[in-house]
């Protein structure tokens, strides 16, 4: 297959960007990796990376991300890896956090298409009903998830963003996956709460929360359908690249990803990696 980013014949790769030290959560990015291969089969490698160990400290993801200079400091390296990738030929790069780290910024700084898992899913979602609820694993990423919906100008559609309860941050998440019966039972709870209010789709508003609703085929509550986040990202980037290949679409340049000379993200880059 013809590489978007190179004009290579070579099989499409993706780099998944998750927030969280993927050193700490083995199983969580080995099922990623077995997700992504079910859902691309031949179509391309989806290739999982996280952040540096210790870039939080110690503390979880949930933890740190809630305080807005910790989240700048912490996260702003997503960006650069966004222009490393475009730069290893990478054909597309996939934001894999409802926190959503920068997004403006990083289509602004590169010409590979971007995917993000908030914005993708409530697109998405907005295509199978008319509200949507989102449902995160703790007030902090609760409160993320509402500024992206208004960010993304989608607070019309959703019906509620809320939160499991007990709260459970991404290390206990992935304990969970040993046993998810109570993480299950919780989301099941809330996601009927919100069908029963007038939900018409459910976005599990997590990495390692959505991806354990996976391994356990927890597709529909209610009779609404619960949102694979993963699946519908890649897909979404995988149609993305290849309408960059195709029909020559990209973003648009004139205001919010304005980016008139390529040269200046070129500089700060290097200055950032000496």
């Given at each position: ?6 004009g ?23 099922a990623l990796?077995v997700?992504?291969?079910e859902?691309?089969e031949?179509a391309?490698e ?7 160990t ?7 993801a949930?933890?740190v ?7 700048h400091?912490?996260?702003g390296?997503?960006?650069?890896n966004a222009i490393t990738?475009e730069?290893?030929g990478?054909d ?10 920068f ?6 700084a590169?010409?590979?298409p971007?995917?993000?898992?908030t ?8 295509l199978?009903g008319?509200y949507?609820?989102?449902i995160?694993?703790?007030?902090a990423?609760?409160?993320?998830t ?8 989608l607070g ?8 499991i309860?007990p709260a459970l ?9 040993a046993d998810p019966?109570?993480v299950?039972a919780s989301?099941?709870?809330a996601?009927?709460?919100l ?5 018409d ?13 996976v391994r356990?085929g927890?597709?529909?509550?209610a009779?609404?359908?619960?949102l ?5 990202t890649?897909a979404y980037?995988?149609?993305q690249?290849r ?6 679409l990209?973003?648009g340049?004139?205001w919010?990803h ?5 040269a ?5 880059f ?5």
């Amino acid at each position: 297959m013809m590489s978007a980013a190179s004009g290579r014949t070579s099989p499409l790769r993706i780099w998944h960007q998750s927030v969280n030290e993927l050193d700490q959560f083995s199983v969580y990015k080995r099922a990623l990796e077995v997700h992504a291969v079910e859902v691309f089969e031949d179509a391309a490698e989806l290739v999982v990376h996280g952040l540096p160990t210790g870039t939080y400290g110690g503390a979880s993801a949930t933890a740190v991300l809630g305080n807005a200079y910790a989240y700048h400091r912490a996260l702003g390296q997503v960006i650069d890896n966004a222009i490393t990738a475009e730069r290893q030929g990478y054909d597309a790069f996939v934001i894999g956090s409802f926190s959503e780290p920068f997004l403006r910024e990083i289509r602004s700084a590169v010409d590979i298409p971007v995917a993000s898992l908030t914005e993708s899913s409530l697109l998405v979602a907005c295509l199978l009903g008319r509200y949507v609820a989102l449902i995160s694993n703790a007030p902090a990423v609760q409160w993320m998830t509402k500024v992206a919906v208004d960010k993304h100008g989608l607070g019309a559609r959703v019906l509620e963003v809320a939160s499991i309860e007990p709260a459970l941050d991404e290390p206990a998440l992935a304990r969970a996956y040993a046993d998810p019966a109570p993480v299950i039972a919780s989301f099941t709870a809330a996601a009927e709460r919100l069908v029963a209010r007038g939900a018409d789709v459910i976005i599990p508003a997590e990495g390692v929360l959505a991806e354990l609703l996976v391994r356990h085929g927890v597709r529909e509550i209610a009779g609404a359908p619960v949102l694979d986040v993963f699946a519908v990202t890649w897909a979404y980037a995988l149609m993305q690249i290849r309408l960059w290949s195709r029909t020559g679409l990209r973003v648009g340049r004139s205001w919010h990803h304005r980016r008139d000379d390529p040269a200046i993200v070129a500089r700060f880059f290097e200055e950032t990696a000496r």
